[in-house]
């Protein structure tokens, strides 16, 4: 892709899967404006990006308060003039019992899953419509698919994600506006189950997990193919979505067959512990 590519906007830039997102589109050819809570991490990524020729502006904020989304739109278009392309990469689960958080954390996980992500589309869907370009990119889970432990209000919101993306894909896309969502699996080197592996002295497997770098890939492939739906997972990971689509039994018995049930149960047990 030529360097005129365009102008991306990516959230939860600052740690993750974020910065391998931003360095796949600005390989790509984009220029970015990078989002997210931590201004440190965010000046770290951008300086690194525009060591290589990127034009990259970091802005911190946090997109669970309205104000904060509305102001980010403000300044990002004030900054490059206007945002060609959206990745809603941002999320996250405090990976504990549903019954046991507060209604304001689920909420918030919701409010960060799925209303920012809303909200965000909605701000500038006006202006991409208005030009006649625009494709906005949701990272969804198939944890809102295959019943993973302890998840039901994230689980709910990547669920809605994807019905958010095709419902926006089908009603805009012969406007120039498109949408694609995608779908990722277990993923190593960053992002939560990394973390979470890290925490408890586990070790990220290799088999059943997804590199890291395969999600930038994928964001970038969404928009040059305008692919509606990729799947991120090792091995025929759209035909198991479907499979599970089909059969909604079959993603919790995989939880079992595959010890899922029995790690989380570990994790649940280690939030307790160390709830900070």
């Known amino acids: 892709m030529a360097k005129t590519a365009g102008v991306a906007l990516v959230t939860g830039a600052s740690r993750g899967i974020g910065p391998f997102i931003a360095r796949s589109l600005a390989e790509a050819g984009y220029s970015l404006v990078l989002t997210g809570r931590s201004a440190s991490e965010l000046e770290v990524l951008a300086d690194d990006l525009?060591?290589?020729?990127?034009?990259?502006?970091?802005?911190?904020?946090?997109?669970?308060?309205?104000?904060?989304?509305?102001a980010l739109v403000r300044t990002a278009e004030r900054e490059v003039g206007r945002v060609d392309v959206l990745v809603n990469n941002a999320g996250g689960d405090p990976q504990r019992e549903f019954d046991d958080m507060t209604w304001a954390e689920n909420d918030a996980i919701f409010q960060l899953n799925l209303i920012a992500p809303m909200r965000l589309t909605h701000l500038l869907l006006p202006g991409m419509l208005e030009r006649g370009r625009g494709h906005i990119v949701n990272i969804s889970s198939i944890a809102g698919r295959v019943g993973f432990p302890y998840t039901e209000a994230y689980a709910a919101a990547k669920d809605g994600l994807m019905g958010f993306t095709r419902v926006l894909r089908n009603d805009y896309r012969s406007r120039g506006v498109s949408a694609s969502v995608v779908v990722l699996g277990a993923i190593r080197d960053a992002g939560q189950g990394q973390r979470t592996a890290d925490q408890l002295g586990m070790k990220m497997p290799a088999m059943g997990t997804s590199p890291a770098k395969d999600v930038g890939k994928a964001v970038v492939a969404a928009i040059e193919k305008d692919r509606a739906e990729i799947v991120v997972m090792p091995g025929p990971g759209r035909l198991i979505k479907a499979l599970m689509d089909l059969f909604p039994s079959m993603g919790p018995a995989m939880n079992q067959a595959t010890g899922a049930n029995a790690t989380m149960r570990s994790v649940i047990e280690f939030r307790r512990r160390s709830p900070g």
């Open 50 to 70: 525009r060591a290589k020729g990127t034009t990259a502006v970091a802005l911190a904020r946090d997109l669970t308060v309205a104000e904060d989304v509305e």
